[in-house]
């Protein structure tokens, strides 16, 4: 397992129990908002007359917590809607103002695998005050993440193994272990989840999503998308473009990408990473990487390697030891936000004393799972369930060697890693996804597409590349570390996407903040 498979969910660091002791926080004023104006005539009917049955269903909100959730049903197979169906969980924080509501806007956190319920859960933390107060912010946990016919594929113990195998293979015996856990991974998604496996590819969320939308009585989709969510955006615009309506793709995985380039980008991008994040150690003084960048990058490389032969205590009945594929989980874990990288320090100088317990602690997080073993949710799944059908990959370990020796050429330290990410997308036991694409949703209202220039997950570049896509899009750029930009704390950036969203003002295409 890699990080290569995975375009993090943006999981905000406020616990739900804050959310809802905020809930009747009370709110700034500002400008009327100005509700969207819908050019095309209004989309709520469904597109094929098998699927009215699906777009005409009410949603029955009942109380959770203080919010509202209900059922979406879906079917399984859009091409035959009547060989069975799935139910959706949805979560909705009503706006504070009902009287000037604009609408849902739903949201996306990544993943795949990323709660949408959840995510919405966040809602004060995750969009500004301004958009708290006239839209009513929607989640959904998408077709096999989560609460939605959640995919099983491995037992706890058996997803330690495929996550601490050793993901930088020397020899052949260590690529086939590689490829026996790949299998694995494989086969038990493929056992546990017969039926629904075809069908989890990123089209099929999209069209789930337009379901959301007709049933929420909305014309068009107000949409926030971050990480993988700008993939699942995308999606949605190149099926349904007169139906976008104010659209945000924050940390974009451009819908073209294949595996191999997905792979290199992101080697590149925890790369670029890993060096500001020295580079701020050094900065600091007395950096315990060494005195210069190179320095530093050079005894991340060596402790790693180090850590392939001779594995540090980690303080985990269930995984006594940290090896490489552990301390590279934590350190990429600490990489999506610079707010960690205190805390990255001090695991590193831990394991310098001997001690992987802080590392660990960090690869638990990257993973959702418990100290002792137990995962909390199924991202780890589902993500090579919606991955592999969306950007399959070779069955030939000489291609991913080859990987190997490419990545490594602009990515020392990540791009062995990263190169073996996609081996189960290679033995996938099932086919049928769209292959990688461009989208250029002609026709729809204007597409916010945002970037940062030091994103490890989600390289800057793939910004650019979807906003030359999209035949009607701009782009806003933030300066700076760390994974999506969106209430990362850049007013600039913060008050281009409220203003967009609540008065309908699209920000200057290459604006810079």
């Known amino acids: 397992m890699s990080l290569r498979s995975r375009t993090r969910a943006v999981v905000v660091a406020v616990a739900v129990a804050t959310v809802l002791s905020s809930a009747g926080a009370c709110t700034t004023s500002g400008p009327d908002p ?8 209004p989309a709520t009917a469904a597109p094929d007359a098998a699927l009215s049955t699906f777009y005409d269903q009410q949603l029955t909100w009942q109380a959770c917590a203080t919010f509202e959730c209900a059922d979406l049903r879906v079917p399984i197979d859009y091409a035959k809607p009547a060989d069975g169906q799935i139910d959706l969980k949805v979560l909705r924080v009503k706006a504070r103002d009902q009287g000037k509501r604009l609408g849902s806007l739903v949201v996306n956190p990544g993943g795949p695998g990323g709660s949408g319920v959840d995510y919405a859960a966040n809602a004060d933390a995750i969009v500004g005050d301004s958009v708290r107060r006239y839209y009513d912010v929607v989640g959904f946990d998408p077709r096999g993440v989560g609460r939605s016919a959640p ?4 037992s706890d113990r058996q997803l330690d193994a495929f996550l601490g195998t050793d993901p930088t293979p020397d020899n052949r015996a260590e690529e086939q272990q590689l490829l026996v856990e790949a299998k694995d991974m494989a086969a038990g998604c493929e056992q546990k989840n017969a039926k629904l496996l075809p069908h989890l590819s990123t089209e099929d969320a999209a069209k789930d999503m337009d379901v959301l939308r007709a049933a929420l009585g909305d014309p068009q989709l107000n949409y926030l998308g971050k990480s993988y969510g700008t993939f699942l955006g995308s999606t949605y615009a190149g099926l349904f473009p007169q139906r976008v309506g104010r659209f945000v793709l924050d940390g974009v995985v451009p819908p073209d990408l294949t595996s191999a380039e997905l792979g290199l980008g992101q080697a590149q991008g925890f790369e670029l990473a890993t060096r500001s994040y020295v580079q701020s150690c050094v900065d600091g003084g007395d950096c315990i990487l060494g005195g210069s960048v190179d320095e530093g990058m050079q005894w991340i490389r060596t402790f790693l390697k180090g850590l392939d032969a001779k594995p540090l205590p980690s303080g985990d009945s269930a995984v006594p030891e940290l090896n490489e594929a552990w ?5 990429g874990q600490a990489l999506y936000d610079e707010g960690s990288w205190g805390i990255l320090t001090d695991a590193l100088t831990e394991a310098k004393a001997g001690s992987g317990v802080g590392l660990m602690r960090l690869a638990d997080q990257y993973a959702d799972r418990d100290p002792g073993g137990k995962y909390t949710g ?6 090579y369930a919606v991955n592999c059908l969306d950007r399959p990959d070779s069955p030939d370990l000489s291609a991913y060697e080859q990987y190997a020796k490419d990545f490594s050429k602009t990515a020392p330290t990540w791009g062995p890693f990263l190169a073996w990410g996609a081996l189960p997308c290679g033995v996938w036991p099932v ?4 292959p990688p694409h461009t989208i250029s949703a002609e026709g729809s209202n204007t597409i916010v597409v945002v970037g940062t220039t030091r994103d490890p997950a989600t390289i800057y570049e793939w910004s650019k590349r979807l906003r030359d896509q999209l035949s009607n899009a701009v782009l806003v750029s933030r300066d700076g570390d760390g994974h999506t930009a969106y209430r990362r704390g850049n007013a600039c950036v913060d008050s281009a996407i409220d203003s967009y969203y609540v008065q309908g003002t699209t920000p200057k295409d290459g604006l810079q903040c």
Do not use: F, Q
């Not at 100005?34 to 005539?41: D, E, F, H, N, Q």
């Not at 995919?151 to 491995?154: A, M, S």
């Not at 301390?327 to 350190?331: I, P, V």
């Not at 199924?378 to 993500?383: D, G, K, Q, R």
């Open 431 to 434: 086919k049928g996804g769209t």
């Open 378 to 383: 199924n991202l780890l799944e589902v993500i």
């Open 151 to 154: 995919v099983d594929c491995l």
């Open 34 to 41: 100005v509700a969207p104006t819908v050019v095309a005539p």
């Open 327 to 331: 301390a590279s989980l934590g350190l």
